[in-house]
């Protein structure tokens, strides 16, 4: 810190999360309580784990500016052990906090070699998002965050895309209830469907909407215990149809156990 207006940091990770993207969905109070991971997680914020970050940047008043310089391969499939560093990729992210409320950002990396199995490819990210929090009382809030995410593939084989998230959450001491929008355009590969069929890397506009409620039971040694009850309902392209149904639908009920947020 080297004022109350300027500050100057700089951190490293082994893994980290390098200067891009808004905050990913597992830390993001509009999506804590939704057990699944958004299908346009891949577009939005997916290098929140890659062994290998190193991040400089700055705070003037309420603009920030940070970037990066990282391992862009994905961990490999054996997760019980640490990925090589290999800093083959960067990135830079301007963020603005007009208030307490209020966190926005904009951001760009590019990433090489993304993928730690199959052909190589190199894919330019950009984002941007809005994430907005209204509390009021001792326990209840309101959670909400858009985001576009937009992956270029510079080289490979999957075509580029656009995803867009918007999702929120209404706290009431115990109780939760969130709903979540999504649509992201996901080719034949990224939906494992036979390309001689469906095309050599042709996109599909896929909708998502979801509705839940969660409720605590209780909590001990700051660890949480819940239940809760989500549907999904999904559009796809006719052409997907024999393969998925016609609007598909989603059911969950489910137990969580997990920390206690912190005070």
Sequence with gaps: MISDDVDVFAYLGYPGEPAFGPVAFMHRPSSLYNPDAPISHHWQDATHILFGVGTLGFRYKAFKMDGSLFTGTEPDEDRYNFDTPRFNSWSARLSYNPSPAWALQVSQAWINDAHASGPREDVNKSTASAIHSLRWGSGSALNTTAVWGYNNTVRGHHPDSHSVLLESVLTLNKTAIYGKYEWVEKSSGNLLLDESIYGDGELFPINAFTLGIQQNLGNALNTNISVGL????????????????????????????YPKMMR
Excluded: T
Excluded at 234 to 257: H, S, T, W
């Design 230 to 257: 989500q549907g999904s309902l999904y559009a796809v392209p006719d052409k997907l149809e024999p393969v998925y149904g016609n609007k598909p639908i989603g059911l969950q009920a489910y137990l969580r156990v």
